[in-house]
């Protein structure tokens, strides 16, 4: 088994703003390196799927305006039209899969937003049906993070905290919901993963990892900032994959950059520890 670890382009090209994306994109790359794995940052290219992007295809991603934002059911419309396409957690994880990476690492999944009815992420519905692990910092704040976990329930995807008995929100350590279940290890969150797919049990392992103490912002503060930028969104009538990426450009203005740094932060440590996840699996095997 290969020893890579999956890394998505919609952050890089929707989720960051220039040239803080670029420099992060490499930044986890050199994460995953240095633990020993192999980043693979994936996307599409003229309509041709690249898992393993290379330092310009990476540029390219970061500094291309009118990218598509691609998730699952988009990949075929990418590849059919010839579009270049950056791919969200869903889009990245079914091209991982499909090239037996069994690790990915992201900053906060998508899931069900707030105050809007059925706007609901599709990285849920491909987290249910991937065997993979993900690591990221629970959802994104600018979601309804207690309906987010009914919604990772109900879909049987588990879920494990690193080292925390609480459910991050990104930019935050911890939201107001538990997990029921933590790990202390990579190992042992390997071996979680191992046993869902010996038991074939389809679906993902989301393997929750707080942002780093320096840069987190406590929970109330980025819900006020959630709370404005909402509102406004609302307002100007955006909505849909316009959302996500309007809300994490308000929250960083409205916080003076922090959330940002925090997010950068966020994304480091994750690729990190999914690096060491996806060393236990290949010296297991
Ligand atoms: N994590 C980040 N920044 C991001 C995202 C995740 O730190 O921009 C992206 C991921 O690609 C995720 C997507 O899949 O946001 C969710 O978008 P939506 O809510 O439209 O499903
Ligand atoms: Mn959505």
Known sequence: MSCD???ETTVIAHGLPHPLN??????MEDEIRAEGAVPKTIGIVDGKVIVGLNKDQIEMFATLSGIIKA???EIPIACALGKTAATTVSGTIRLASLSGIRVMATGGIG???????WDVSQDIIELSRTPILVVSSGAKSILDIGRTLEFLETFGI????????????????????????????????????IEKIKNKIPGAVLLVNPVPDEEEI???????????????AMKRGISGKALTPYLLKRLGELSDGRTLKANISLL???????????????DDR
Do not use: C, W
Not at 164 to 180: G, I, L, M, N
Not at 269 to 281: E, G, I, Q, S
């Open 5 to 7: 670890v999956a890394l």
């Open 22 to 27: 670029l420099r992060t994109a490499m930044q």
């Open 71 to 73: 998730a699952s059911s």
């Open 111 to 117: 899931g069900v937003h707030r105050d809007i009815d």
């Open 158 to 193: 588990t879920v494990l905290g690193y080292r925390t008995e609480f459910f991050p929100a990104f930019h935050s350590r911890k939201s107001p919901f538990k997990v029921s279940f933590s790990v202390n290890t990579a190992q042992e969150a390997a071996e979680v993963l």
């Open 218 to 232: 406590p929970f109330s503060e980025v819900d006020r900032y959630v709370g404005i930028a909402s509102r406004e």
């Open 268 to 282: 480091k440590n994750n690729a990190k520890l999914a690096a060491k996840v996806a060393k236990v699996m290949t």
